[in-house]
């Protein structure tokens, strides 16, 4: 994402003139608050107050009692007037070319015209037609600290600061701006987005993203608007820059549940949770921790690691926050013989020589500072929290003092709790004053630094160089899509067992040998033939579709008979199970599955699967399994597509991960094999999209290694990832034109980060310098990262890769890169090829499939910008057809070329621009 997509919104955000509608000097008007606060705030652009009574003035500024009389047209049009009134306004404004709306108007979605049209829709559409943009409706208004502008309807001024808000609630957003100036912090941007008809969430986070005054992001969401798929990919890539924050509540209104949720999911909001961490951000429930959370992590410095060192002048207090910092599965320090031997001179002898310490009741100022400087300084500490109880040895205000000194001095993270009021008020004044973290309770302490370690683990996963990348078998994977293709031919809308079972082994995942019957007889036969203890499944309508026995009025053992052993035993049991499927469906049973039992090897029991989420679309699931527990109870999800890291991270989510870890014998193996099968379960969502739901349980671990034992399978319409895949289909074939060396030209993938960074130290001078205008040195983890882990859905970047000569493994040749903006007009360009590899045509390759691609996603203009000396740049676009011109002020060449025509004015009017 670049400037380009989000360049309109500089007339909300930086307006040099403004007008209010509604504005009066009545004590109920919201327009005249409006104007009053822009008024106290130092508005320094032209102020115009609009109402039809025809005032003189409005708090002092000359108000017009309509639109045609204002001297001249405002940048931004501020809405406070009547539900009836603002469709024909906003018509008005377009027209006299007006293009930005700010609605503070409220319950427009629940008024209609007296044609019984819907307001909002009907502003919606005046606007589109016109060209207006619009903000709101219902919304609070915006407060921008760097343009002295409160354009809202809020009782307090935001203070200045590197903090950038966007909510969907106003009134929470006004007691949001309440306690910042509490605790004396500050904001850059403020605003909230009401119904968000038009500018919606990720437009505003893209914009946050992109601002150089904006170090942290916080949004408040209440429920999705609009595509999952942009608000994940707005988030993603702002995340990566910047410290970004969510409140999300639990609560759905009735009204606004569109969709039933997905099967095999007991809480929606764990989907919510998988989303957002996904997306790299860190995720909060309450108030309580979004205040926590901002205080914490706007503040914090970088951290090398998750363990805490915890001082406190009493045990009580240590003991809590021990206690909720393991019941959040985070980590206690272990000290250093070296910190132990200090902390001996400074403690007294019957210290226990362990994390927490207590300093005990008769502690001074200078003890809380010695032993907190000196475990900042033991390389096993990543942070410390310190919790202060008051006693008359260590007054408050001055302990605060001494811990601020340390704080000032060290690179570590010091957290702090002092607990009371009445003489703790002041002592937290001089924290938040200097920006030192600072609770209430050592709770509320433990877990904003859980928080710090969230955002550290978030952060790390989307940076983590995924493992190296393994073709799939091409020919197996065409098999399944003509078994699904087949089964939709004939009307179904699942697979049967033996279907399902031969899709998983398409895609190599062990399965239990099966056999099928139609009848109790057949059944009796297989058993014989197969000697042993054998298990029997009775197939019905309900249970060919995954999920099915999360219903508790379905159990599983009702389909299932184990640990059969003769014949009769076996003729028994189908008859009972074949005799319960008829009592529930007149057409009795469709068929039976017949495996041997599986017991011993010490096996453990696991259950993995796809679901679709109506918001979010696929998701995989990992958990418990077995046929007789509450697999729900420990469901846990992710989005896909997934790497190793992303599948690791998912298994150590599961409470089976801790059972895994006491009962394995070869743990690393066990972890490997699943992570492996969970990636297949994401390539099967990718390359499958009527794949709707899978569910494996049991999946059985144990020494001999994974085997699916029972499987279900259900299909729909193709589905949609909310985090874009790697787009295969891309992929071609060449031959470099002296050598005839064989090569492929394909998306580059999070794989290719170390051999992108071999292909960087191979360019010289002179081609890093004419690529990036300037001379620089070997990039940084971090910025291959982001090179390489890209998002398809805003910008593509093409490689050429060929094997190595002489030696394994692969090679970057030459690689071109397009960022697109979030409307799809305008795609920018850079490419750079080896300097050995000039003349064998990479150039033309390269230019000419980014060119394809972005005339085939209908993108209208391709751009680039070269340095004047970079001669052969400039020659081969334009052999390739672009337009070239000198840009003057930036002292470059700018390539253009038109690949489609545009269809809307909106359009050609962003090309004007």
């Not at 108000?63 to 049009?77: F, I, R, V």
């Not at 609630?169 to 119904?195: C, K, P, R, V």
């Not at 798929?229 to 999300?248: D, E, I, P, W, Y």
């Not at 109790?520 to 203890?533: E, H, M, P, Q, Y």
Request: glycine share 8%; hydrophobic share 40%; aromatic share 6%.
């Amino acid at each position: 994402m670049n400037l380009l997509s989000t360049r309109y919104l500089k007339r909300f955000f930086k307006p040099k003139s403004i007008a209010v509608f509604g504005a009066s000097e009545k004590d109920n008007s919201m327009g005249g608050v409006v104007l009053h606060n822009l008024i106290e705030g130092g508005y320094e652009g032209k102020l115009m107050a609009v109402n039809k009574r025809g005032y003189d003035s409005v708090h002092g500024i000359t108000c017009y009692s309509n639109l045609s009389k204002l001297p001249e047209m405002p940048d931004l049009a501020i809405i406070c007037s009547p539900p009836e009134s603002v469709a024909d306004l906003v018509r008005r404004l377009g027209i006299k070319m007006v293009k930005a709306a700010l609605i503070l108007t409220g319950g427009l979605s629940r008024s209609r015209d007296p044609m019984g049209k819907n307001l909002r829709d009907e502003i919606m559409d005046a606007a589109r037609t016109h060209g207006v943009r619009i903000l709101g409706p219902d919304c609070m208004g915006m407060l921008v600290s760097g343009n002295h502008m409160n354009a809202s309807y809020s009782h307090l001024n935001i203070r200045k600061g590197k903090v950038s808000y966007v909510g969907q609630s106003g009134l929470l957003g006004t007691a949001m701006i309440d306690w910042a100036n509490g605790q004396e912090i500050g904001f850059s941007h403020f605003l909230t987005l009401g119904e968000g008809v038009d500018i919606d969430l990720p437009s505003i986070i893209d914009y946050y993203a992109q601002d150089p005054y904006t170090q942290s992001i916080l949004i408040q969401l209440d429920h999705l608007v609009g595509s999952s798929r942009n608000l994940l990919s707005s988030l993603r890539s702002a995340s990566r820059n910047k410290l970004v924050l969510v409140l999300k509540s639990n609560m759905i209104f009735t009204e606004d549940k569109e969709h039933l949720p997905a099967l095999g999911i007991k809480d929606e909001d764990l989907v919510y949770d998988a989303a957002l961490r996904r997306a790299g951000v860190v995720r909060v429930s309450t108030v309580d921790q979004l205040y926590n959370a901002l205080e914490t992590l706007s503040r914090m410095k970088p951290m090398r690691g998750e363990r805490l060192a915890l001082v406190c002048n009493g045990m009580g207090p240590n003991a809590l926050a021990t206690d909720q910092l393991l019941r959040n599965g985070g980590e206690l320090s272990e000290l250093s013989d070296e910190t132990v031997t200090a902390l001996r001179g400074v403690l007294a002898n019957h210290w226990n020589l362990k994390n927490p310490i207590d300093l005990h009741a008769d502690a001074t100022p200078e003890r809380f500072a010695q032993v907190t400087q000196l475990l900042t300084k033991d390389p096993h500490v990543d942070a410390v929290l310190v919790i202060h109880a008051p006693t008359r040895m260590a007054p408050g205000a001055e302990t605060a003092k001494a811990i601020i000194n340390v704080a000032r001095n060290t690179p570590r993270n010091i957290l702090t709790c002092w607990m009371g009021r009445s003489t703790a008020i002041e002592s937290r004044n001089h924290f938040n004053a200097v920006g030192v973290p600072t609770f209430i309770t050592p709770e509320e302490a433990v877990n904003a630094f859980m928080h710090m370690v969230e955002f550290r683990r978030n952060q790390e996963v989307m940076r983590q160089t995924p493992a190296p990348f393994v073709d799939p078998n091409e020919q197996n994977h065409l098999q399944a899509k003509q078994l699904i293709a087949e089964a939709l031919a004939e009307g179904r809308d699942y697979l049967t067992h033996s279907e399902s079972m031969d899709l998983l082994d398409q895609y190599d995942i062990p399965i239990s040998h099966s056999q099928y019957a139609d009848d109790v007889d057949g059944v009796v036969k297989i058993a014989k033939r197969l000697g042993g203890t054998v298990a029997v499944k009775v197939m019905h309508p309900e249970n060919v579709y995954p999920f099915n026995y999360d219903n508790r009025q379905s159990p599983r053992w009702k389909d299932l008979a184990l640990d059969l052993f003769s014949a009769e035993e076996v003729r028994q049991a189908a008859t009972k199970l074949a005799f319960r499927v008829q009592e529930r469906f007149p057409e009795g049973p469709k068929g039976f599955c017949v495996q041997q039992m599986k017991r011993g090897y010490q096996s453990l029991q696991f259950n993995l699967g796809i679901t679709r989420d109506p918001v979010f679309g696929p998701l995989l699931l990992f958990g418990k399994g077995g046929y007789s527990v509450d697999v729900l109870a420990d469901r846990q999800v992710m989005l896909p597509p997934l790497n190793l890291s992303l599948a690791r991270r998912l298994i150590s989510t599961s409470h089976m991960y801790s059972v895994l870890k006491e009962s394995s014998t070869q743990l690393e193996r066990d972890i490997e094999q699943l992570s492996d099968l969970l990636i297949k379960l994401s390539q099967m969502v990718v390359e499958l999209p009527n794949l709707k739901g899978l569910e494996i349980n049991p999946l059985l671990v144990n020494r001999r290694g994974v085997l699916a034992v029972d499987v279900a399978v259900s299909l729909g319409e193709p589905s949609v990832l909310a985090i874009s895949p790697y787009p295969e289909y891309l992929s071609e074939h060449i031959s470099l034109r002296k050598s005839g060396r064989k090569a492929i030209v394909r998306a580059i993938r999070g794989e290719d980060e170390p051999n992108h960074l071999a292909f960087y130290n191979k360019l010289s001078p002179e081609s890093i310098r004419l690529r990036y205008f300037y001379s620089r040195g070997i990039p940084t983890h971090q910025e291959l990262a982001n090179w390489t882990q890209i998002d398809y859905d805003r910008e593509m970047a093409f490689i050429v890769t060929a094997p190595q000569q002489g030696k394994p493994g692969w090679e970057t040749l030459g690689v071109v890169r397009a960022v697109t903006d979030a409307d799809n007009v305008r795609a920018e360009f850079s490419v750079v090829i080896r300097d050995d590899l000039q003349g064998e045509g990479l150039g033309v390759v390269l230019m000419q499939k980014v060119i394809d691609y972005c005339t085939a996603r209908g993108t209208l203009l391709l751009m680039g910008s070269t340095l004047t000396a970079n001669k052969g740049m400039q020659g081969l676009a334009q052999k390739l057809g672009f337009k070239n011109h000198y840009n003057m002020e930036e002292d470059v060449v700018e390539m253009e070329m038109m690949l489609n025509e545009p269809t809307e004015d909106w359009q050609r009017t962003r090309l004007k621009g």
